[in-house]
Structures are given as C-alpha cells and as structure tokens.
C-alpha cells in the first residue's frame, strides 16, 4: 500500500506563493508518474500538472507559467510551487502516484486564495 501525505496549503492573498509538499512511502521502482489534482466542491477534480519518470512536465492551462512541478526522488517528495496565486485557484489539492499504472491519492491540502 503507498501512502501519500500532503502539506503546505494554507491562506494567502492574491498574487502570493505557496509550495505543496507530497511524501510518499514508495521508493523510485514502479512510479509511472506523479502529479496533482485539485477540486472545489460540487466541481469534479481537475488535473493541475503531472511529472513523469522521465521529468516530463504537464501543466493545466489554468496553471499555466504560474505553477511549477519538481520531485525529490532522494526525499520520496514530490512538489508544487504556486506563484501569482488567484482566488480560482483555490481548491483542495491532492497529490497522486501511479504505480504500475496503479493510482493512489492523498487525502489532500486545502489551499484558500483570498482577493
């Protein structure tokens, strides 16, 4: 069973950074890619940006120039840095690992921009 624990979110206001910080029990072998998600109630879970076992990045439009994906494989950490924060970005973000095309969730950050 892998585990996934997020931290980092927060309130900050418009225009202000944050990084999300995901620790996951699993080693390197396996990982396909990892990644997070976010969601706003009564909204489904939208994809922000994911990293691949080859460093290949993908982002949201929405995120786009603003938020960047790094990992630590050292660490077992995987990261999200959020500049020029919107009050649309606010959402519960979740982190995400898929293991031999397994995927697995944290229980996610809430992350509340203020206007």
């Known amino acids: 069973q892998v585990q996934l624990v997020e931290s980092g979110g927060g309130l900050v206001q418009a225009g202000g950074s944050l990084r999300l910080s995901c620790a996951h029990s699993?080693?390197?072998?396996?990982?396909?890619?990892m990644g997070w998600y976010r969601q706003v109630p009564g909204k489904q879970r939208e994809l922000v940006a994911t990293?691949?076992?080859?460093?290949?990045?993908n982002y949201s439009d929405s995120v786009k120039g603003r938020f960047t994906i790094s990992r630590d494989n050292a660490r077992n950490t995987v990261y999200l840095q959020m500049n020029s924060l919107k009050p649309e970005d606010t959402a519960v973000y979740y982190c995400?690992?898929?293991?031999?095309?397994?995927?697995?969730w944290g229980k996610g950050t809430l992350v509340t921009v203020s206007s």
């Open positions: 990293i691949t076992s080859g460093s290949s990045t």
């Open positions: 995400t690992l898929t293991v031999y095309g397994t995927n697995y």
């Open positions: 699993r080693g390197l072998s396996g990982i396909n890619a």
